[in-house]
């Protein structure tokens, strides 16, 4: 029984059919005082004011700002999968060209309280098909990244301190063969066995991939994976009350790319190859046995096919079954590499074929403070409610201010989407001089009033947001209300953005041996920058199906009355 190697290869040509996605990945430019891409484990250099940027390992580091990425949904309350992408050009060094980070968020409720054994593993499958591949040369390559029940050492974020392990071999590392089941990941290839199997033997369900030949680890086969510290593994408990990161454990991956090479057998000892295309899959571990392993599908990307086979392991073997990493044939009737996705860096240009999707942009983020229309149509530039970028405090005749504070999504898809839209709202909260003091990089905290995100369309039954019905080129509307002054710190809440409280002053207090403000007799409170800050809109659909071209955005807002601003 042939397999295919732990390092899976995927190989195109120039004769191959058209792919029917292509994921256009923005580049990472990071958020004030934090600019690059997310990084959870190196120590950066600001490239604004040169201050030192230390990891930020927390699975909602704002560095991910205008990722691209798609949740998904199979009948639960929440979507047991969202998938993030950014490419970055810091660091890369010939032969690499640039890097593409990846951030996979796996959605199991509840299994990650459960003792050990009753642990549903978790696996990941990333697949990429080379662009060109020699005779007898490696066509593509299958990462599998395997993460099971509690034990590792957590960060205060949920971080493995420890990278995962590679493993070759079942019987030292899965979770049938192991006395002591553990994360790891591996890799394995398409030499082009031309036989077609289950996940029992001969068929039709897809084509074989091995276990590498000698040296014959997966550490030889991709080096960068160990010597980079390439893939992490986050593993966040049910107890955790941060939005978007509850009952949840993460895959986040910094892959390098390099020059396609059509005269190497193999290239991925130097990186994944540009032009490549791709597939994932992420799953839940649905059987065990001695000799095979059958993962349940949660989400995958591209979603044509509707519903893959299988991906399954053959432990006696250390192969992988799966489709569509070769050409179709007679043999291999559900290898259809149409079904594989382009993927398109957005720093080189926007192709005509990028993936339409939800998408959010700086013209339409921000506040008003009149009335809220029904109609977002009406609101925004060009439009008789034009947002502002002001957070308002008292005014002279009227007051408090209600801020509505508002953010637009846009249906950039040819057609009708039915996202359940949510978005989180923080601001950057940060000192007196954040572009000329080093270390000051603010806590991007949520907007009081909207810690636990908000729904454009209230909750129906078991769901987190309702249903929004937008037409291609129509906007959504998600909308709260901030009203300073009204919260556990009352009037001292004005201090804080360096506003005057309605009939008051701000008197000088400390605060944890830091000068602080507060006003009639109310809590001590910091003082945040009193001139602006930056306001960041995170999007999700947190339990339904969706695609975003760009999750996330931030724009500056500043602080002020009524009465200033005029």
Known sequence: MKFLPLIAVLCATSTLAQAQNNMCVPRALGVPTRDGPPDWLRTR???????????????????????TGQTFALGSAKAPLQARALISTEDAVAPVTKYVYLS???????????????????????????????????????????????????????????????????????????????????????????????????????RELDVPAAPGTSAAAAPWMVSQD???????????????????????IRLPMVAADATKTSNLANGIEEGS????????????????????????????????????????????????MSDATADCPNCQLTNLAVLSDLGLGTPATCDGGIDIDIDHIGVLNTAVPTDPETIGPGTSSPLNTAFLGATPTSGTVI???????????????????????RLAEWGSAPWSVPGDLGQWADIRGAESGI?????????????????????????????IGTGPSGASEYCEFGLTPPGGSCSPCTIGGAAGKQAGGGPCVPVFYQFDQCMLVELNSPNAPATFVHQSIWSNMRFGTMSTLA
Request: charged residues 15%; hydrophobic residues 35%.
């Open 45 to 67: 250099t600001s490239k604004v004011n040169g201050a030192t940027l230390p990891p930020n390992d927390a699975l909602d580091d704002p560095r991910w700002l205008g990722a």
């Open 104 to 206: 996979f968020i796996i959605d199991l409720d509840a299994y990650d309280t459960l003792a050990a054994s009753d642990v549903t593993p978790r696996d990941l499958f990333l697949g990429f098909h080379r662009p060109g591949a020699p005779a007898g040369g490696d066509r593509g390559y299958v990462f599998q990244f395997h993460l099971t029940g509690p034990g590792a050492a957590l960060s205060a974020n949920g971080m493995v301190t420890s990278a995962p392990p590679p493993c070759d071999v079942y019987a030292t590392c899965d979770e049938d063969a192991s006395t002591t089941p553990h994360d790891y990941w591996r890799v394995f290839r398409d030499t082009g066995n031309t036989a077609s199997y289950d996940c029992s033997g001969p068929a039709v369900g897809g």
């Open 230 to 252: 390439a893939v992490r593994y986050w593993k966040v408990s049910a107890g955790d009350p941060s939005p978007f990161t509850q009952n949840r454990w993460a895959v986040q």
């Open 277 to 324: 295309t791709f597939y994932y899959e992420a799953t839940g571990r649905l059987a065990h046995g001695p000799s095979t392993g059958t993962f349940a599908p949660i989400g995958w990307y591209p979603q044509t096919p509707s519903l893959r086979p299988p991906v399954c392991t053959h432990t006696g073997f250390n192969t992988l079954v799966t489709a569509e």
């Open 403 to 425: 801020n509505h504070v508002i953010a637009l999504p846009v249906n950039t898809a040819a057609s009708t989407i039915k996202p359940h839209l949510q978005a989180r709202f």
């Open 455 to 483: 729904c454009a369309k209230p909750p129906t039954g078991t769901d987190i947001c309702g249903e929004s019905d937008m037409a291609p080129g129509k906007h959504a509307l998600l909308t709260f209300d901030w009203q």
